[in-house]
């Protein structure tokens, strides 16, 4: 089992520092622990490990972590102090190596600490809304409540649907504005049978963190989709480098419907060891790439992504920054020279071939192992090409100067997920290592040099560990969904149902003096511009002049207000198109 409890932040999220002085001996460390999940639920295995400023492990130290935390939320949290061992991560009150004192376990003295964050605005509709594509006679919803618990609600037809017979289901004031994850499926009842569409089946039901959302043949979208929507596919092309590297197979997923939305253009997540990732392939099953990230995307919880396996060559040498001596590698560590491979021929064909989002933002670099480690360098040393990466089992105890590169300004506009098994002692051989434990003291100390940089817990920094996971594709596979969920999160992308759901609108017009203004609704990376006339009366020639164009909106709703002159008589809001997204 690993440790998933911890979400992951939204827009909106308040980062909080956790701040404390404790002393400690050798082998121990503070962590913070608390009451909501992105403090661990107090489960000591998933509490937080603070990050010492002055650690000289014979006095009082001084503790610190910061943690995105929803806004509106109240928690109460205590400070933990005990050892830190590479073993008793599975179960932090248990001996390691024979050491009784690693049994101990200790919460600081008196009540619970209690903090809130600041709420958001109030959301400029109730609940979520799911519209729902049936030739059913007639169809319910049932759904996850987060305040009452499961229960049912009747749909409403709203219109047609693609054929004779079958409707748009609309239903609204599902669950909460801004909650992480809704549950649900439909039902219709005819007579005394009743028809299901994954209602009631735990692990199979609908589930999604929008908003707004449309369900067609059993996919979840936050666009309305075209009619008929094709599978994903995977195809392959053969590469040869053209700084001398050895030749290979690249292999390139589309997600669903990347031939009908010809409008659409796609963020890009660069892999390493291609030949493992996808259908299977690979040591211990592969990946299954492909299968994760299209339950990802089937409910509305991962971006529709390109994923692009780069098969490997000289693994050893093309993946590990550091020089690994003329018996290992004869010519030199190559990873200079695959990293110009990567982004001078595989990115410049994909972008040339594809529809892809070609800017930093949008693309994303992934590994295990040597993988892991050669992915952390790539997003650290050419961070104006990459800005996401997720590592799995690094290996950086083959290459500490990696991992110590992260301690160092300026700080990378990255977001970074990392995270290791607690068996195994891979390898054996590396003194550094002695015993490893899948790297987890090394990426624990990466962890540390990132948060020592300004990285934020749940915003641009997620780390997790696999409890019982060994070092191989396996337990990669069951890590996965959290990486590709923490790099390409729906919530970057507009929610262009929300538009049918609750159109944006002028809420409020305050007239003072020689200005007005003018107040309306808004929603997360979408464009407005308020427009005003001067005409005396309203017809359907008037003259309109754009006032301002606002930057896209960057929290999931808000109420924009724009001062103007009394000249115009009339106002109105434009919402723009959003480019490269389904018309």
Known sequence: MFCGARAFANPGDVSVTFTTRWDTV?????????????????????????????????????????????????YEYKFVKRYNCSCCWDSPNISCYGRTDDASVTYESGANRTGTTAPLVP??????????????????????NNVTGWTNRAMYATGPGRSVGEKIWRVDNVDKAGSTNVQFGFFTVTGNVTNYDNAGRPGLDYQSPLDACVVQDGQVYNYWPPGFVSTNRVETYFITPSNGLQSRWVRIYLPRGYNENTGKRYPVLYMQDG???FLGAGPSGGWNTDTNVNNLIRFGKMRETIVVGVDNGDRQCEYTPCSLGSTICPSGATADKYAAFLINDVKAYIDSTYRTLTDADNTGVMGSSRGGLI???LAWEYSSVFHKVAVLSPSFWACATTKDNLALAPKRPLRIYLDSGTVGDFPTTIPTCNPCYDGIAQTMTARDNLIKNGYVFNDDLDHTFGFGDDHNEYYWTRRSPRAYTFLFPTRDEPNTVLDATAPPRITNFQLAGPSSSVTWTSYRLRTYGLEGST???????MTWSNLVTLPPESLPWSYPTVVTTNGFRFFRVREDAVPNWPN
Do not use: C, H
């Not at 109730?126 to 759904?143: A, D, E, H, M, R």
């Not at 005409?535 to 020639?541: A, R, T, V, Y």
């Open 26 to 74: 050798i082998g121990q460390d503070v962590f913070v622990l608390g009451s909501i999940p992105q403090l661990g639920n107090w489960a000591r295995n998933q509490a937080i490990r603070m990050s010492a400023s002055n650690l000289n492990n014979t006095a009082t130290s001084d503790w610190k972590v910061t943690v995105a935390i929803p806004p509106g939320t109240s």
């Open 375 to 377: 992915s952390v360098y």
């Open 535 to 541: 005409n005396e009366q309203f017809s359907s020639s």
């Open 275 to 277: 030949q493992n990732i």
């Open 123 to 144: 959301a400029p509709y109730p609940g979520k809304t799911i519209f729902y594509y049936s030739g059913w006679p007639n169809v319910s919803l049932y759904y996850s």
